[in-house]
Every structure is written in structure tokens, then in C-alpha cells.
């Protein structure tokens, strides 16, 4: 959707005040820990863009609250792994030589949406140190929720910004978007038995004792493709029901139940 059209579709343009008014409505509340995932352009047109988004965020959670987001690098893998889209085969040797090493001060996001990608850079946010699955946090737990992400291997496992948050027990919000896209379905992966559960080569570009070098691991093989219904499933069981912020469907979840019920949704749904 363009520009233009998210402004035809508009009645008129989001500001702080009333995006803010909107997610207090929809339960979200000051000194609350929380995890967001969005899409600016569906929630209509917005003065200010992200910033303003996440002004009114800020705004509703207050200087006790801590808001996190996914600054997630997937273009720092393994070119043999890319598929959206696929590169020939003989770059692969020139893109592993050649990527920059991850940077968590410099390093963009990508596919994360124009709302994280404003938060990575806020004044006073704290970024992890995974090189393709770090987070962004700001707020009294930004500190707890992004330390010692350093484990290769445990980019969503019990190592992560999304376990500490479970720890927390914190929330998400979906704005805009939906359960594929909710990260702390990764965590019940790495916990959840299933008999095709498997692990994948991968690789990144990492700074090792300020010399950038490519690094080879493995790590459990991510599967997205039945997140869509195991929300689904989720919200039937427990009734929820999305609501609106603009023109944005959102759901504000408790993490840790969504994620207790998907690692028994993965054992029994999952072959």
C-alpha cells in the first residue's frame, strides 16, 4: 500500500495523544514490560511516523515501563539459507568474505518495519549482541532483557531477550501485524518436542577481538509456518479478541501463558 493510499483510507491522521488514548483503552499500562512487534502503514497515517508511534508507547508506559523491540539482522546469515530471495549459488563465497560484521550501534534491521528500526537508534535504548536475532529495549529491565545475548546458537532459546522477558512475565503486543510474526513462538520452539525438530547450518559476520571473521554454527531449524494457527488456537481457547488502534488490528498478549500453551500445541501439532 502507498503513501497515498494509506492516506485516502484515513479519516484523519493519528496523532500521540489519541494513539496513546487507544493503546491505554486496549489494556496497555504504565510500569508494564513489553515486547512490540508492528507495522506502521496499517495502522493508517500517523503525524510524526514512528516516532510518534513510539512516543505515545512511551508515553503509556511511562518511566517504570520498558519497552522492547526486534532489531533482527537476517541479511547477516548464511547467503545458502536466503530464499526471500534466493542468490546464486557462486556468491555465496564472496557475500560470506564480504558481509559487515555485526554492529549494534550501526547495524540496520531489516524486515522489521520502520517502527523498530526508529527504536534501534532512541536515546538510552539498549541493543543485544545476537549478530541476526538481537533485540532493542529501553526502560528499568532494558539491561536484563538484552545481556548476555551472546550465544549463537541461542538466538530465541534460554539465552535470549524473549526468555528473559518470560521471566519478567511480561507482554506483546501485535500491532498490525500478526502471530507469524511473534517471536516468543520461537522460545516455545526450543522447548517443545516434536519428532522432525531438527538443527541448521548457519553463518554471520562477527567482530572477534575487533577482527571481523565469519563464524559457522548450528541451530535449531525455525519453522513459521503453523504460527498462524497456533494463535489462532490460542485466542479461541482463551477468547481473546483483537482490537483496533487506528485502523490496526492488535492483540496485547501475556507471553508467558501464549508460550506455555504453544510448547504443548508444537508437541501435539507438530510431526
Known sequence: MSEADVVL?????????????????CGLQQGQCILVHSSLRRLGWVAGGPVTVIEALLDVLGATGTLMMPTHTADN??????????????WWPILREHLPAYDPARTPTRGMGCIAEAFR?????????????????????????????????????????IARLYELDGLVLLLGVGHDCNTSLHLAEHRASWPSKCTLREGTAVQVHGIRQWVSFEMLKLETDDFIDLGSAYEAKHGIQPFLVGQAEARLLKQRPMVEFAVQWMNQNRH
Request: proline share 15%.
Open 9 to 25: 483510507s484515513s479519516a484523519a491522521p493519528l496523532t500521540r495523544p489519541t494513539l496513546a488514548a487507544q493503546l491505554r483503552d
Open 77 to 90: 546469515t548464511d547467503p545458502a539459507n536466503w530464499c526471500a530471495p534466493p542468490v546464486p549459488p557462486a
Open 121 to 161: 537508534c532512541w536515546p538510552g535504548a539498549v541493543r543485544s549482541h545476537h549478530p541476526i536475532g538481537s533485540f532493542a529495549a529501553l526502560g528499568p529491565h532494558a539491561q536484563r532483557l538484552t545481556a548476555d545475548h551472546d550465544s549463537l546458537a541461542a538466538m530465541f532459546g534460554e539465552e535470549s531477550p
